[in-house]
Each structure stands twice: as structure tokens, then as C-alpha cells.
């Protein structure tokens, strides 16, 4: 990878495109900051879902196994919001480099599906580290299918049952306490530690493994960008930081 010279007033914006086009591997880290000018709710700061819900509630295996309705309906809850929202500027921007570079690629935490809605090709479509609201899979069998129903959580017998064995299905997503699919983590650490560049964009970065991503990429000599409308615990080690919003931001730091 290429560090360009800089001229002292170089504008940050400047930094990150001459660091992204210099890079021969790019991995784009994504977090619900980036789908929040869809209208998807992110889930810490102002109007975040953890304010309003509490997690161990709603999101662990301990919760479901409580009150699968509950969650259940809140998933439900979720998926009818989502369908109802558009993929943005950041979405596209990020879908259309992914088809334009050979190797630039797109991990997300969000388990809303924006990222694939604007991908137009298969290598556009992102590695999904927290699942899908739109999987649904069985608590007993291997089973897992495609879901984009809407829930009826209005009793036990109504909630989504696996085909294959007819025992309760669950929402694809990993909960709280849960260890994330190994495979989609060992592909996500391999492409961030052979990335020249991690570009990070609307993540709190205080989820683990998936934080730990831009930290690979850093500790193995390539430069992090983040783009986020406020400070996380990346912003101290990023070699390029973006203040502003991802859909204002993303379009114009990857325009050709
Ligand atoms: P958070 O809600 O924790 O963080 C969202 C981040 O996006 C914050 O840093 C905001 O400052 C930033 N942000 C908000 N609006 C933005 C905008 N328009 N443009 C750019 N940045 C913006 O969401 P995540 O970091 O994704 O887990 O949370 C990580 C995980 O915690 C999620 O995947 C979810 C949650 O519990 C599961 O669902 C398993």
C-alpha cells in the first residue's frame, strides 16, 4: 500500500480517498449507523433500541428460552420496520465499489439485509456476522431457511416451527452470550488482516470480535478509516476519522 505525501492542509476526506485507492485489499466494516438514514434504528445512543429494550430481554438464548413469544414478536417487530425502509447513499456507494474494485469487501453487523437490497451482484453482498433478520433457523436440526413472513406471535402454536423436523424455529441472529458462525469469522479476520485499508463506518465498536476487526487490519500495517457522527473506542487509533453521516460521507469518499 501507497501512504501518499500530504500537504499539511491536506482535508481528511483527501487522506481517506488517496489511503482507499492506494489499497489493494479493502475491507469496509459496517454497524446500524450506517442504515440509520434508512430509518433503522441503531441500538446505543440517542433513539438506539437498548435504550427503549432491554437486551437480555429480548436478544439471548436465555430470553427464549423464557419467552420465545416475546421475542419472537419483537423480531417480528423488527422485520416489518426494516421492510419498510430503503437501502441509502452508503449502501449504494459501498455496493458499487465492491463491483468496481477485485477486491474490496464488505462485512457488516447489521442484520437488516440493506447492504444485500443494493448489491446487484453476488460479490456485492456482504459477510453477515450477526445474522439475519430475514433467516429464520431450527433449535433442534441443521435446518435453516429464508423468512421474509410476517410473524404471528400471538401464541405459542403461531410462531415459526422448522419444516424439517416441526420443532420451534428462531430468529438466524446470534444473541448476547452466543459465539458468532465460525467460518463467516474466520473469513472476516483473514480479510482484516490482509487489508491494506479497513474503512469503518456506524458502528459503536463496543461489540466484540467484530470491533476487533479494524484493530487486525491496524496491527498488521494497514490504515483504518471511520466514518461516524460521534468519538468510539477506534477513533484514538484510526489513521483517518470522518466526522458525519454515513450516507453525506460514503458517497463522496468512494465518488470516482
Ligand atoms: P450501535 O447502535 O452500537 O452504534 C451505532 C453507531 O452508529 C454509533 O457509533 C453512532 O454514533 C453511529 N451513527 C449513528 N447514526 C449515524 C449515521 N447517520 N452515520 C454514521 N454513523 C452513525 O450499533 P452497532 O455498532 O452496529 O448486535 O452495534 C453492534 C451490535 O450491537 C449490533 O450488531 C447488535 C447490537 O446489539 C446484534 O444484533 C447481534
Known amino acids: ?4 505525501v500530504e500537504a ?4 481528511p476526506i483527501d ?5 482507499l485507492r492506494g489499497a489493494h485489499h479493502v475491507v469496509v466494516l459496517t454497524g446500524a ?6 430509518g433503522v434504528p441503531t441500538f446505543r445512543g440517542a433513539g438506539g433500541l437498548w435504550r427503549q429494550y432491554r437486551a437480555e430481554d429480548l436478544a439471548t438464548p436465555h430470553a427464549f428460552a423464557r419467552d420465545a413469544r416475546l421475542v419472537w414478536e419483537w423480531y417480528g417487530w423488527r422485520r ?13 456507494a459501498l455496493a458499487a465499489a465492491a463491483l468496481s474494485h477485485a477486491d474490496f469487501r464488505i462485512i457488516t453487523q447489521n442484520v437488516d439485509g440493506l447492504h444485500a437490497r443494493a448489491a446487484r451482484e453476488p460479490r456485492a453482498i456482504p459477510l453477515e456476522l450477526h445474522g439475519s433478520l430475514y433467516r429464520t433457523r431450527c433449535t433442534r436440526c441443521a435446518h435453516r431457511w429464508d423468512d421474509r413472513s410476517t410473524v404471528d406471535a400471538t401464541s405459542g402454536d403461531t ?34 488482516a490482509n487489508a491494506d485499508a479497513c474503512l469503518v463506518v456506524g458502528t459503536s465498536a463496543l461489540v466484540h470480535p ?3 476487526l479494524a484493530d487486525l487490519t491496524r496491527r498488521n500495517g494497514g490504515s483504518v478509516v471511520e466514518v461516524n457522527v460521534e468519538d468510539t473506542p477506534l477513533t484514538g487509533s484510526a489513521t483517518v476519522v ?12 468512494l465518488a470516482s
Not at 159 to 168: E, I, S, T, V, W
Open 33 to 38: 449507523g450506517v442504515s440509520a438514514e434508512s
Open 159 to 192: 410462531l415459526p416451527h422448522c419444516d424439517a423436523c416441526g420443532a420451534l424455529a428462531r430468529p438466524d441472529i446470534v444473541w448476547f452470550g452466543e459465539a458468532l458462525d465460525d467460518a463467516v469469522l474466520g473469513e472476516a479476520m483473514t480479510l482484516a
Open 8 to 11: 499539511p492542509d491536506t482535508q
Open 80 to 92: 416489518t420496520i426494516v421492510s419498510g425502509c430503503a437501502p441509502n447513499a452508503a449502501h449504494h
Open 1 to 4: 500500500m501507497s501512504r501518499a
Open 210 to 212: 467484530a470491533a476487533g
Open 15 to 19: 487522506r481517506a480517498r488517496a489511503l
Open 242 to 253: 470522518l466526522r458525519g453521516t454515513a450516507a453525506t460521507i460514503v458517497p463522496d469518499l
